[in-house]
C-alpha cells in the first residue's frame, strides 16, 4: 500500500489526487494520513541511521565480535541511552552481527607418575580481591611453520590476563615463564591459589619448586572436565573467536595478534557481561578494587 501512497505523492503534480485515488482505488483519508506521517517516518529513518553509523563503528572497533548486549553495553557508557530492542532491529536490518564462539579442543595430557594437588577451588570462578585466585591453561594457534603455544594466568576477580608466554613447545618452562610474568605483575599475594589441569606441565618438578618458591598454593581440577577449569576454556573461546583460528604465515605473525588481542583489546576494552562485573574491562575492575582498599 505504501507503494500506492508513494505514487500518487508523486503524480499529484501532474494528475489531481481525486483522479488518482479513484484510479488506484484509495481512499483519499488514508493517502492523506501517510502523507502526514511521512515526516515522522524520514525523522526515524535519519535517527536509526545515526545509531546505525555509532554501531558500526564499535562493530569495527571490536574486530567485528561484538553482538547486541555488549553493543548496547558500549553505547550506554558513552553516555546513550539506547533501547536494547531497537539496537537489536537496527543490527538486523543491516546485518550487522557478531560471533559465536568455535568448540575448543583439549591440550591436557595427564601425567600419570605425578601426583597432582587437589582441586580445592569446587568451580568456585570468583575471588573478593586481586592477587588472591588464579586460572590457566594452555592453547595452541596454528602457523605455517607448526603450531604456537600459548599459556595464560587469568586473575579471577577481575578476568585480567596476568601472565603469558608463547613458544613452539609446551613444556614446564612455557608455564614456569607465564607463572613468573603473573607474579611480577599481578601483586600476588603470599598464599595466593594456583589453579590448573592436569597437564604434564603443571604437575612438572619444575613448576611445583617455582611455586614453592614464590610462595603460592597450587590446586588441580580433573582430567578431561572442562568445568572443573571453565574460566579459562571460556577465555580461549573468546581469542578464537576473536582473532580467528586461521592458519598464519608464522609464528611471529600470530605473536603479534595473540599480543594485541591481550594488551589492547581484552585487558582494557573487552566488557564483561556477567552481573558481577557490570560491563567493565578486566582493568576497570581492578581499578575499582583498588579504590575500593583504598577507601
Same mark, same amino acid.
Given at each position: 500500500?505504501?507503494?500506492?501512497?508513494?505514487?500518487?505523492?508523486?503524480?499529484?503534480?501532474?494528475?489531481?489526487?481525486?483522479?488518482?485515488?479513484?484510479?488506484?482505488?484509495?481512499?483519499?483519508?488514508?493517502?492523506?494520513?501517510?502523507?502526514?506521517?511521512?515526516?515522522?517516518?524520514?525523522?526515524?529513518?535519519?535517527?536509526?541511521?545515526?545509531?546505525?553509523?555509532?554501531?558500526?563503528?564499535?562493530?569495527?572497533?571490536?574486530?567485528?565480535?561484538?553482538?547486541?548486549?555488549?553493543?548496547?553495553?558500549?553505547?550506554?557508557?558513552? $553516555?546513550?541511552?539506547?533501547?536494547?530492542? @531497537?539496537?537489536?532491529?537496527? +543490527? !538486523? %536490518?543491516?546485518?550487522? /552481527?557478531?560471533?559465536?564462539? =568455535?568448540?575448543?579442543?583439549?591440550?591436557?595430557?595427564?601425567?600419570?607418575?605425578?601426583?597432582?594437588?587437589?582441586?580445592?577451588?569446587?568451580?568456585?570462578?570468583?575471588?573478593?580481591?586481586?592477587?588472591?585466585?588464579?586460572?590457566?591453561?594452555?592453547?595452541?594457534?596454528?602457523?605455517?611453520?607448526?603450531?604456537?603455544?600459548?599459556?595464560?594466568?587469568?586473575?579471577?576477580?577481575?578476568?585480567?590476563?596476568?601472565?603469558?608466554?608463547?613458544?613452539?613447545?609446551?613444556?614446564?618452562?612455557?608455564?614456569?615463564?607465564?607463572?613468573?610474568?603473573?607474579?611480577?605483575?599481578?601483586?600476588?599475594?603470599?598464599?595466593?591459589?594456583?589453579?590448573?589441569?592436569? $597437564?604434564?606441565?603443571?604437575?612438572?618438578? @619444575?613448576?611445583?619448586?617455582? +611455586? !614453592? %618458591?614464590?610462595?603460592? /598454593?597450587?590446586?588441580?581440577? =580433573?582430567?578431561?572436565?572442562?568445568?572443573?577449569?571453565?574460566?579459562?576454556?571460556?577465555?580461549?573461546?573468546?581469542?578464537?573467536?576473536?582473532?580467528?583460528?586461521?592458519?598464519?604465515?608464522?609464528?611471529?605473525?600470530?605473536?603479534?595478534?595473540?599480543?594485541?588481542?591481550?594488551?589492547?583489546?581484552?585487558?582494557?576494552?573487552?566488557?564483561?557481561?556477567?552481573?558481577?562485573?557490570?560491563?567493565?574491562?578486566?582493568?576497570?575492575?581492578?581499578?575499582?578494587?583498588?579504590?575500593?582498599?583504598?577507601?
Amino acid at each position: 500500500m505504501s507503494e500506492l501512497y508513494r505514487f500518487i505523492h508523486a503524480e499529484k503534480a501532474n494528475y489531481p489526487i481525486v483522479l488518482l485515488c479513484r484510479v488506484l482505488q484509495v481512499a483519499r483519508s488514508s493517502y492523506y494520513a501517510w502523507r502526514e506521517g511521512e515526516a515522522a517516518r524520514r525523522a526515524r529513518r535519519s535517527v536509526d541511521d545515526a545509531l546505525a553509523h555509532e554501531i558500526t563503528v564499535l562493530h569495527l572497533a571490536s574486530r567485528r565480535t561484538y553482538g547486541v548486549p555488549r553493543i548496547h553495553a558500549e553505547l550506554r557508557r558513552l $553516555g546513550r541511552q539506547v533501547n536494547r530492542k @531497537r539496537i537489536a532491529r537496527v +543490527m !538486523r %536490518e543491516r546485518d550487522i /552481527r557478531g560471533v559465536t564462539r =568455535r568448540k575448543h579442543r583439549s591440550l591436557t595430557r595427564p601425567d600419570k607418575k605425578a601426583t597432582p594437588a587437589p582441586d580445592l577451588i569446587g568451580r568456585d570462578f570468583h575471588a573478593k580481591r586481586p592477587g588472591t585466585k588464579l586460572v590457566g591453561d594452555i592453547t595452541y594457534l596454528p602457523t605455517a611453520e607448526g603450531w604456537l603455544y600459548l599459556a595464560c594466568w587469568l586473575d579471577l576477580a577481575t578476568r585480567e590476563v596476568v601472565g603469558y608466554a608463547m613458544a613452539n613447545h609446551h613444556r614446564a618452562e612455557l608455564v614456569v615463564d607465564t607463572l613468573d610474568m603473573a607474579h611480577g605483575r599481578g601483586g600476588l599475594e603470599p598464599g595466593c591459589v594456583i589453579h590448573s589441569d592436569r $597437564g604434564s606441565e603443571y604437575t612438572s618438578t @619444575r613448576f611445583g619448586a617455582r +611455586m !614453592r %618458591e614464590l610462595g603460592l /598454593r597450587q590446586i588441580c581440577g =580433573r582430567t578431561g572436565s572442562c568445568f572443573d577449569n571453565a574460566a579459562a576454556e571460556s577465555f580461549w573461546a573468546l581469542l578464537k573467536e576473536e582473532i580467528g583460528t586461521r592458519i598464519r604465515p608464522d609464528r611471529a605473525t600470530a605473536r603479534a595478534e595473540v599480543l594485541n588481542f591481550i594488551e589492547t583489546f581484552y585487558n582494557r576494552r573487552h566488557l564483561r557481561k556477567h552481573k558481577v562485573f557490570g560491563h567493565l574491562t578486566p582493568a576497570e575492575t581492578r581499578q575499582r578494587h583498588q579504590h575500593t582498599l583504598a577507601a
